[in-house]
């Protein structure tokens, strides 16, 4: 019994993860110079190693799955950040960034 429970928590563990790797639609348009987004990416690694020295702590299973939807939000903001920043110093253009609703959330907490 508690095999078969350990199990479905694995399959749903996987599903979780792979839906939260997905981005949801764009809804905010974020554009900044490079430099900007230089020390965005820099608050990322920050906020990122934070939440990685954080999963070394005891937790309950839904703070263990909190912090791992965040971690996933955050990867996603940085993948997108590296991408824009590559695109703009190659054209030689300001850095321009789609975010879903999540990404933009986790963006202006970032930024305050």
Known sequence: MKSDLLK???YLSKLLNTEWKRSGEPVQAVRMDC???EEVLSR???IIQEKKRRMQDDMTLRQS???SHDSYVLLRLSNKFMTAKSVAEITGSKLAVWLDREEYQAYQKIMQ
């Open 35 to 37: 430099k900007q987004g």
């Open 8 to 10: 479905e928590m694995g």
């Open 65 to 67: 799955f909190d912090l």
């Open 44 to 46: 990322l690694l920050e």
